[in-house]
């Protein structure tokens, strides 16, 4: 779970684009930077989740970023046109993505009680 966080959270700075392309319209003004701090914070996690002192730390702030940008995962899974930018289809993006957010959500707790 670290090595996953960590990586996507690397993604954010070499190709900040993929992720601007699912962020809300409502949103775009702010879109960079919300990219640059949420990769950020999937790097801090993802590494603080290595250390038994950290880890629920970690846990308990991957669960509220996993919350923070489930509204992106939903805008990706009903526009075409995000759907089109980053190249998934309408199934991945909201039959097996969204659903996936909440065993992410229960991996992370799972983190929290160990």
Known sequence: ???FYI???????????WFLHIIPPTLIPYGLEIV???GFFEILF???LLFDKYRKIAAYGLILLLLAVYPANIYL?????AQELIQISSFMASWVRLPL???????AYWHSKN
């Open 77 to 81: 899974a009903f526009s075409k046109e």
């Open 101 to 107: 957010q909440f065993v992410f959500l229960g991996l």
């Open 36 to 38: 640059y701090i949420s």
């Open 1 to 3: 779970m670290s090595i």
């Open 46 to 48: 993802g590494i603080l």
């Open 7 to 17: 990586y996507i959270g690397i993604k954010h700075f070499i190709d900040p684009n």
